[in-house]
């Protein structure tokens, strides 16, 4: 759920130029990837369902851990990889800070950090599948890494750009902002067993969607029997 | 890989994640909205306090800004148009097989 949520001007413009120089060249980097064809078709497909998925759950504050919201990001870099799980970070994030939810001016920094989620989960769940894991605790432990992945790129941006009217020494602030990260790992708990829950009633129904079906293939028995 | 490692390596992951989410739940403020919780916490540094974890009756309700700002009917609006999107994007990958000109696949 890592998200940085605070307000215009909170971070000092040389900040907000470096993040979101970083994050421009980072989705530059990934639409030349797309447009060099290395997409598959169902993948742009559940693309467009992710990002439904993750900006409707993006907006809706549950009553856990004092109120919080899910990204669905480890979800969707699962599902949709994590080219265009980035771009679905880009886009939930705009129509999220279009609406009030998240500064504008932190765009180029909460799209480099739900991309990290996405991405990181991506191959966090195909590191495990290939270490012969189960579908659920391989995508429920690569949801959870995505996400703190996210957690902690999340307090390095604030630590880093320093928080503009706040009285807070760099010590102190580190202090603060690491109590939101640890927050924000127990939140990925609650994402990960979710995601985990999604990614096995996907992989039994339609385990092409997410690259499954050679295992599964390999994992039938022929019928063959002397 | 045998599956006693698997859940147990996960379970000891969301041990110690959620041991940090209680740590950071009462370092930075308690039972606090996130964003709040942000704000105070960054403005006035770690301050202990408690509160219950989950609280149902507070209910699933949509982010402060949106609901406070009067901007319903348009997050609505854009929830309908990405999920039309993606499952006529779905729909049409299914039926047709693909976006690029090889033959469908058949079934």
């Known amino acids: 759920m890592a998200h940085i949520h605070l307000g215009e001007g909170t971070f000092p413009v040389w900040a907000l130029i470096l993040w979101t120089t970083i994050g421009v060249v980072l989705i ?3 639409v030349y990837r797309i447009r060099k064809g290395s997409i598959k078709t ?3 497909a559940l693309a467009g369902i992710g990002a439904a998925a993750s900006f409707a759950v993006f907006q809706l504050n549950i009553p856990v851990w004092g109120g919080i919201h899910m990204n669905l990001t480890g979800l969707v870099g699962i599902i949709a990889g994590p080219l265009l799980g980035a771009l679905i970070a880009l886009v939930v994030n705009i129509f999220s800070a279009a609406l009030g939810h998240g500064a504008v001016g932190l765009l180029g920094a909460n799209t480099l950090v739900n991309a990290s989620e996405a991405i990181v989960a991506y191959y966090a769940f195909k590191t495990l599948m290939r270490m012969d894991w189960d579908v659920f605790p391989a995508s429920a432990s690569a949801a959870t890494l995505g996400l703190s992945a996210g957690a902690f790129l999340m307090g390095a941006i604030i630590i880093i750009s320093g928080v503009n009217g706040s009285a807070l020494p760099r010590g102190d ?3 603060a902002v690491a109590g939101l990260v640890g927050l924000n790992l127990g939140v990925a708990v609650i994402e990960g067993i ?3 829950f999604i990614i096995q009633f996907l992989a039994s129904v339609r385990p092409d969607l997410v690259d499954l079906a050679d295992r599964d293939t390999q994992e039938e028995p022929t019928g063959v029997t002397a | 890989m045998q599956r006693w490692k698997q859940y147990g ?14 740590w950071g739940f009462t370092a930075t ?27 149902f ?3 699933i309700v949509v982010a402060g800004p949106i609901r406070k700002g009067g ?3 348009e997050f609505g609006a854009i929830v309908l148009v990405l999920v039309t999107l993606g499952i006529g994007l779905y729909i049409y990958v299914d039926r047709y097989g693909g976006f690029d000109d090889r033959e469908p696949p058949v079934s």
């Not at chain 2, 390596?9 to 209680?22: C, D, K, Q, S, V």
């Not at chain 2, 308690?30 to 770690?46: C, H, M, N, T």
């Open chain 1, 42 to 44: 169902h993948q742009i």
């Open chain 2, 9 to 22: 390596g996960l379970l000891g992951l969301f041990a110690a994640f959620l041991a940090a989410g209680y």
């Open chain 2, 57 to 59: 009756g507070r209910g």
């Open chain 1, 28 to 30: 530059s980097a990934i």
């Open chain 1, 173 to 175: 602030l580190t202090i």
């Open chain 2, 29 to 55: 403020g308690g039972a606090l909205p996130y964003a709040k919780r942000s704000a105070k916490a960054l403005q006035r540094g770690v301050q202990e306090s408690g509160g219950s974890l989950v609280d």
């Open chain 1, 194 to 196: 979710l995601t985990g």
């Open chain 2, 71 to 73: 901007m319903m009917i």
